[in-house]
């Protein structure tokens, strides 16, 4: 075996501390919390130091000693991870803010980071000897897990909301995946989905529900605190779906500081998402330690209409422990935002993206996030998924001279 070297040691619930071993294939805690993975950061940083790290490739595999994933040969990649930190050239100038950064995972395989979420879990269930993965989704993951199951050669079953932006049907057709639309949102998606797990023997890869992609998007943590030469930024706003990213960011800050790479000062860790889906800014605004399900979700930045989460208490305790905040911002401005970030910063991206940049303006306006703080917005999908929905709504606002 050609060994990782990784330094897992086993699998634990962040609710109810009960452990799991590494070497089982696993879902949720027995109490329904979503499981994550523990290392042995002394054994790492001992493995893994900075000076390594310049010597290896750019992409999320550069951290494999607290990665999950044992064997070399397991390894499933298409390129994932090593995304630009850009410096905004036009957009900071305009809002006075001279350290403004885009975090642009526009480049990743498939044009999201939802590859780096996704390539992980692929790599580990395909160790696990898993063969037929699952996964409800509003796009972009399922572009993802298609992709990375015929890299490695497994079976893939994707099941989408009937009005899914029409590029996730091609891409995800073209990878050789199976497709269901359902007439509903991400819920009843993930609802058919635990049908098919039950009565046909598919593996669900759907968000949280397995321990392994919340370890392939907490590189973007790592890569984060490496642009920054390890004196991490004040402020990361981020577009809040299913939150794996942001609860991913959290715990790689908690590793560096184990492995002495960072002390204890964070980020603001401050979740964006829609006016017509936000769970996560309610429950905010309203002290509770859980999302309650957001009835009648509806968006179109399809990310971000997620109605309910099963993380749902490991995001608002990053976005408090941070003293970060929650917002909601409305379609027509994320919108706006999402084209402004094309005209003014050369980044085509989905309308993820533009709600960051619609929250920062707020934020800013409010005197939550100071002028001279070093703020980082994160572009997570490109605009090319998203034509169509982009296409209807200059349409309909008149926005083309």
């Given amino acids: 075996m050609a060994t990782t070297n990784t330094s897992v040691k086993d699998i634990f619930c ?4 009960e452990r799991y071993d590494i070497n089982s294939v696993l879902t949720l805690c027995k109490c329904g919390s979503p499981l994550l993975v523990n290392y042995d950061y002394g054994l790492a940083a001992e493995n893994l130091t900075k000076d390594k790290l310049k010597e290896r490739n750019a992409t999320m595999w550069r951290y494999l000693e607290v990665l999950p994933v044992f064997d070399c040969e397991n390894i499933v990649m298409l390129g994932e991870g090593g995304t630009s930190l850009l410096i905004s050239r036009t957009i900071g100038n305009e809002l006075g803010i001279p350290n403004l950064f885009f975090k642009d995972e526009t480049t990743n395989p498939t044009g999201s980071f939802k590859a780096r979420g996704l390539g992980m879990a692929v790599s580990r269930a395909k160790e696990l000897g898993l063969k037929r993965l699952i996964i409800p989704t509003a796009g972009n993951a399922g572009s993802a897990l298609a992709a990375y199951c015929a890299r490695a050669g497994l079976e893939c079953k994707i099941i989408m909301p009937l009005d899914v932006p029409a590029p996730f049907l091609v891409d995800a057709k073209y990878h050789g995946a199976q497709i269901e639309l359902v007439d509903g949102t991400i819920k009843d998606c993930g609802e058919r989905a635990a049908e098919l797990v039950e009565n046909e023997g598919w593996f669900s890869v759907a968000t949280l529900k397995e321990p392994y992609r ?8 790592y890569e984060l605190a490496e642009d920054f030469y390890f ?3 004040d402020v990361i706003i981020y577009p809040t779906g299913g939150g794996t990213g942001l609860i991913g960011m959290w715990k790689a800050f908690d590793e560096m500081e184990k492995m002495g790479w960072i002390g204890s000062f964070r980020p603001k860790m401050i979740s964006v ?3 017509g889906c936000a769970p996560i800014p309610r429950a905010y605004e309203q002290g509770l330690d859980y999302a309650p399900a957001w009835e009648d979700p ?10 309910g989460a099963v993380g749902d208490f490991l995001m608002l305790e990053a976005v408090r422990k941070s003293g970060g905040t929650a917002m909601a911002v409305s379609d027509d401005e994320l919108m706006a935002d999402t084209m402004a970030l094309s005209s003014k910063e050369g980044i085509f991206t989905s309308p993820e993206g533009g709600a960051t940049l619609t929250c920062l303006k707020k934020l800013l306006k409010d005197g939550f996030v100071k002028p001279d703080e070093r703020i980082v917005l994160f572009i997570t999908g490109s605009g090319y998924k998203y034509m169509d929905t982009m296409q209807k709504w200059e349409e309909e606002h008149n926005t083309r001279e």
């Fill in 14 to 17: 962040p609710k109810c501390s």
């Fill in 214 to 221: 919340i370890e392939g998007k907490k590189t973007m943590g």
């Fill in 231 to 233: 004196d991490l930024p």
């Fill in 273 to 275: 998402q829609a006016e």
């Fill in 298 to 307: 509806h968006t179109l930045a399809a990310g971000l209409r997620v109605p």
